[in-house]
């Protein structure tokens, strides 16, 4: 289960969900799930709004998720 550790912002969470699941179909080995989340934090990140903004740059948009669960 991918959950959040604390209230987060819908627009970040939607885009973090989205760059998350696009990313998990090509992640192989143990570390995959992990890595598409570390990837999906890091694309949050540095999103770049249409006005040149990075919105969602500090980490209370992207940090507080976490997987939890059997990693098999």
Known sequence: MLVSLWPVDDAATALLMREFYRRLPTAS????????????????????SPGGAHPYAHPAYWAGFTLVGDAG
């Open 29 to 48: 080995g143990a570390g995959a799930r992990a890595e598409a989340l570390r990837e999906a934090q890091r694309a949050v990140r540095d999103w770049e």
